[in-house]
């Protein structure tokens, strides 16, 4: 995982816009997120960069080794190409595959299940699956921008994912993937637009709010708590498992109380959940293998046998369950 270094507080976020350290913690439990510094240019492929420089190094792999490149970002460095081709040159490849996903919080969740089908049909072997987001050069950091902007963190995570042949039950065991775009525009950001007969439409000023990400916040805090468990037990249902048999839920983190209400709803222990949100923020592609990679760092999971179910809700709206296994 990586995430940049300037770091920002809730106290900070109380000098530029009318907010409080009070109200960001009680409604989110977010304490402090990292951003890019205003002065030089880095994107999603940067942060991507970083942390993928790592998952390799860790995995013994060089980026030679890699049959297909996966990244998922709603942040992409440019409106295209994806930053998936972006992240490949800079790891010095020119002919490996990269796809880009944009599939927001879920997006590591559909990399993920993507990933596993490549590997399942024979399509790829050894896969670089990459979340990486730039949020704070987007986001409207007045006053008007308040309820999204404090929630929204850069960073980014990487995962190598291997196909290997074994009889033992392990690896993705099953995936349950959503999305429902009649709520497109709960969580949106609208502008630039090719729907538009002029995509940068002229006359219209670049504090326009279309240009910022806005979300209906309370809206999507509803379907969150409905659709999660609901996900949760679909995968569970697929894997022909029991909450029982999971070690660790690793949550998309786009909430503290969120992933709180999910817990006390399925009845979970305190232990049973993983939580950072309070140190990064929403990361969104990012949040959930950055929080995996610190679960695993803690040695919370990560031991041969043990079982994470991985869950998350977003813009789309989309979501998803993946239960893993590690072999
Ligand atoms: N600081 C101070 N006050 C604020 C702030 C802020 N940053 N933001 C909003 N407020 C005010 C509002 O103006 C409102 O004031 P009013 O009562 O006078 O009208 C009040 O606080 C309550 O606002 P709500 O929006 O009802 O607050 P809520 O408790 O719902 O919290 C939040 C807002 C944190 C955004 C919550 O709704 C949420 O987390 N929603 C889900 C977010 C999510 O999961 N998104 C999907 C993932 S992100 C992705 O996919 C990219």
């Not at 592609?285 to 679960?295: D, V």
């Not at 803690?298 to 998803?320: C, E, H, P």
């Amino acid at each position: 995982m990586y995430v940049p270094p300037n770091l920002i507080t809730n106290h900070d976020l109380e000098k530029i816009m009318d907010t409080s350290d009070e109200w960001i913690k009680q409604r989110t439990g977010i304490e402090q997120r990292y951003w890019i510094s205003m002065e030089g240019a880095t994107g999603s492929s940067d942060l991507g960069l970083e942390a993928s420089k790592m998952a390799l190094a860790n995995a013994g792999w060089t980026a030679e080794d890699l049959d297909f490149i996966i990244f998922a970002t709603l942040s992409p460095d440019i409106m295209f190409p994806g930053s998936g081709c972006l992240l490949q040159a800079k790891l010095g490849l020119n002919s490996t595959p990269a796809l880009d996903i944009r599939q927001q919080c879920s997006g590591f969740l559909y990399g993920l299940a993507t990933a596993d089908a490549y590997i399942k049909t024979g399509l790829a072997g050894k896969i670089l699956l990459v979340g990486a987001e730039v949020h704070s050069s987007g986001l409207d950091k007045s006053t008007r921008g308040r309820d999204v902007t404090v929630i929204f963190g850069d960073g980014a995570a990487a995962l190598c994912i291997e196909g290997i042949e074994t009889d033992a039950n392990a690896g993705v065991l099953a995936s349950a993937l959503h999305a429902d775009g009649n709520y497109a525009e709960a969580l949106m950001t609208e502008l630039p637009a090719s729907r538009l007969p002029i995509r940068i439409p002229p006359g219209v000023p670049i504090d326009d709010p279309r240009y910022y990400p806005v979300m209906d916040g309370p809206a999507i805090f509803k379907k969150a708590v409905r659709m999660l468990p609901q996900v949760i037990n679909e995968s569970l249902e697929k894997a022909q498992m029991s909450l029982d048999d999971i070690d660790l839920i690793v949550p998309h983190q786009a909430n503290l109380r969120i992933n709180q209400a999910l817990g006390q709803f399925l009845k979970l222990d305190e232990n049973k959940i993983f939580h950072n949100i309070q140190k990064y923020g929403n990361t969104t592609a990012a949040s959930i293998p950055l929080a995996l990679h610190e679960a695993m760092a803690q040695g919370r999971i990560g031991k041969s046998g043990d079982v994470v179910l991985f869950v998350g809700l977003g813009a789309g709206l989309t979501w998803g369950s993946v239960i893993y296994k590690f072999l």
